[in-house]
């Protein structure tokens, strides 16, 4: 007889690792528009004041941005390691939950 609720477990946590990944990419995406934005914000300042002091480029204001929300993005990175570990497991151990493949093993 085929278990068909076998899969689901597998199935719903490569569905959240992708969830995981989506928002992970998205936080990334909104943090590389608002360092271009705030870069050409800067470069059109700099050229209306005509000053000579120092110039904030891309990198820089991606890297404060960056740590700025680095809490976030350590949570979701954090997150998306475990749910691969999850993913492996259910894998390789099959239809058997994770902690009963533990027991078996001692």
């Known amino acids: 007889m085929i278990d ?9 946590a490569i569905g959240a690792r992708r969830e995981t990944q ?6 990334t995406r909104q943090i590389a528009a608002r360092a271009g934005r705030q870069t050409i914000t800067v470069r059109v300042r700099s050229r209306a004041r005509r000053r000579s ?3 904030l480029y891309h990198q820089e204001l991606a890297d404060r941005l960056v740590f700025e929300r680095w809490g976030e993005l350590d949570t979701l990175t954090c997150r998306l390691v475990l749910q691969e570990q999850i993913i492996d497991a ?6 058997a939950p994770a902690c009963l493949t533990r027991d078996r093993r001692a």
């Open 4 to 12: 068909v609720r076998a899969p689901k477990p597998l199935a719903k």
């Open 22 to 27: 989506r928002h992970l990419d998205c936080l």
């Open 53 to 55: 002091g120092p110039r």
């Open 90 to 95: 259910l894998e390789r151990y099959g239809d």
